[in-house]
């Protein structure tokens, strides 16, 4: 079952020719997401070869243009290829307002309704749930409310021994129970669980963790994630600029993934200022080997883990 996260966007605020602005578009079960929509992202979706009429969510992290600059032109795509469900946007209450502005002052409309659910900047709240996936945001420290965002597949059930079963001639009317966990009882014998049933897969998790300072109250909230993406906006010669702006270096989020204990980190949102992000991997690796420096097209699938 997918879990990938395709890079639409690895650049920070100056758009370059080889990299734009955030965006992620994630696919988790064949339910689609996408993460931030800097300008240009519709057509970094189209290079990608995604379809993006499939996108039921939108996450925007924060109001920096570089990171929703290209929302209202996907919007208005989906309305000219005639998109009816409704399109469901997490983001920073002040984005209504933009978006209702935008569309009322150049009288279009669309032909979707927006279910929009506002974020809160200081508290992590669950914003999402169905029956594969969970979505939390993550409190991040920029110069304006910022969130990330965590996706967790939810717990599969436990996994039936054909052999075992059929040794014991248990009856499917007891399969869901045993999937469940829970011991059953045939002719009147308690019989465990584990004679039956082996350990499901993990759960998958990804987070997103868009414009931050430095922040270790995250850490709890991304512990043991499986794939983290962390902006590292510039190396360490760059501190007083990092601090001042209120990014991160390569420095930094190698040391957020090491007490996270994640098991993979990709950086980025790289400062126009570096045409060559090796020294970003060099950097971070000094203190988390399994680091990634991203590009535009990449995509990583996030793998089970027993």
Do not use: W
């Not at 945001?137 to 304006?144: E, G, Q």
């Not at 980025?268 to 080997?289: C, M, P, Q, V, W």
Request: include cysteine; charged fraction near 25%; glycine fraction near 4%.
């Amino acid at each position: 079952m997918k879990f990938k996260v395709h890079i639409l966007g690895s650049g920070s605020a100056l758009p370059t020719i080889s990299r734009n602005p955030t965006a992620h578009y994630v696919n988790i079960q064949e339910r689609h997401l996408l993460i931030d929509c800097g300008e240009g992202t519709q057509l970094q979706l189209r290079k990608s070869k995604l379809k993006f009429q499939k996108i039921d969510h939108i996450f925007i992290s924060h109001l920096h243009g570089d990171h929703y600059l290209g929302l209202i032109g996907l919007l208005s795509t989906f309305n000219l290829l005639g998109r009816k469900k409704t399109i469901n946007i997490y983001a920073p209450e002040k984005l209504k307002e933009l978006l209702d502005q935008h569309f009322k002052a150049s009288q279009s409309y669309l032909g979707y309704l927006i279910n929009f659910v506002a974020t809160a900047a200081k508290i992590s709240e669950k914003i999402f749930e169905d029956n594969v996936f969970t979505v939390h945001t993550i409190p991040l420290k920029h110069k304006i409310p910022c969130t990330g965002f965590i996706i967790k597949e939810k717990q599969k059930l436990r996994k039936l021994k054909p052999a075992a079963l059929k040794k014991h001639q248990i009856p499917i009317a007891l399969f869901h129970q045993l999937k469940m966990g829970e011991d059953i009882t045939l002719n009147n014998q308690r019989l465990s669980n584990d004679i039956f049933t082996l350990d499901p897969e993990k759960g998958r998790s990804y987070a997103f963790c868009s414009d931050t300072k430095y922040n270790q109250e995250m850490v709890p909230m991304i512990n043991n994630v499986d794939l983290l993406y962390h902006e590292a906006t510039f190396l360490e010669d760059k501190r007083d600029r990092a601090d001042k702006t209120f990014h991160s270096t390569a420095h930094d989020a190698a040391k957020i993934a090491k007490l996270c204990n994640a098991k993979k980190l990709i950086i980025g949102h790289f400062s126009a200022r570096y045409n060559d992000t090796s020294a970003f991997e060099k950097e971070a690796k000094l203190i988390f080997n399994n680091t990634v420096a991203i590009n535009d097209g990449d995509c990583y699938e996030i793998d089970f883990i027993k």
